[in-house]
């Protein structure tokens, strides 16, 4: 089982959906990034939380420390957010020993948005 | 502020082949990271540098793989020799600091490497 989470794999929506793309993590955890990718290959990074809510124009992330469990949220789906979209969770530092806490990441939700 | 800059942006080179690819962090970073992202998967660490240091490099390829980070600014990564699985798009990404726990990460705009 992977220790990161997401769901789901694909989705295509159309434009001025709302949409809700989930992360669930088994590890315990300092923080969370949605990171976003486009066909280009690079990443841009979306939020980095590690309780409650954030929002960013029509974005809006929220974790939830207990359940372990995140959402990233669009509202008013545009075409230009067809992405790749990637949950990724820092470990404590204490769990992994020298390793420093490095990122493991969700394997992404391929989203598609239709005009 | 400018971001991490990559390039090349793209090489196509043949297996056996060697390739080199640059990284430059946002100015002030100290926590510097190569990954490997091959298609349909999430990023895999290569290896992080503190500063010029290496904290992590658990999951390089050390027969064929190789960094540096001279001077804790730019890096290298280098393939001698490529392999035809070696085809994925490798991420540079820095952080301010994560000795000091400030570790968000902001990725550069990848290279994306093909092995034929």
């Known amino acids: 089982k992977n220790e990161v989470e997401q769901s789901p794999q694909n989705l295509t929506a159309q434009e001025g959906e709302f949409i809700t793309i989930n992360c669930s993590y088994s590890?315990?955890?300092?923080?969370l990034h949605w990171l976003q990718q486009h066909p280009g290959g690079g990443i841009v990074s979306l939020f980095m939380?590690?309780?409650g809510k954030k929002k960013h124009g029509r974005l809006i992330a929220t974790i939830n420390i207990q359940e372990k469990h995140s959402s990233l949220h669009i509202t008013a789906s545009h075409p230009r957010d067809s992405a790749v979209y990637i949950c990724a969770v820092v470990p404590p530092i204490d769990d992994y020993g020298g390793s420093q806490g490095n990122l493991i990441f969700g394997k992404g939700t391929k989203l598609s948005v239709k005009p | 502020e400018a971001g991490v800059a990559q390039s090349p942006r793209y090489k196509i080179i043949e297996k056996r082949q060697s390739v080199a690819f640059w990284c430059n962090p946002i100015s002030g970073h100290a926590t510097l990271y190569w990954y490997q992202q091959i298609l349909g998967q999430g990023p895999k660490l290569l290896i992080q540098f503190q500063n010029n240091g290496v904290v992590d490099d658990s999951q390089l390829p050390k027969d064929r793989f190789s960094a540096e980070r001279l001077k804790g600014v730019d890096s290298t990564l280098k393939i001698q020799p490529a392999k035809l699985e070696d085809s994925a798009v490798y991420l540079c990404a820095s952080s301010l600091d994560f000795d000091r726990g400030l570790y968000e990460q902001y990725f550069g705009p990848g290279t994306r490497l093909t092995v034929t």
């Open positions: 939380l590690s309780s």
């Open positions: 590890v315990g955890i300092s923080a």
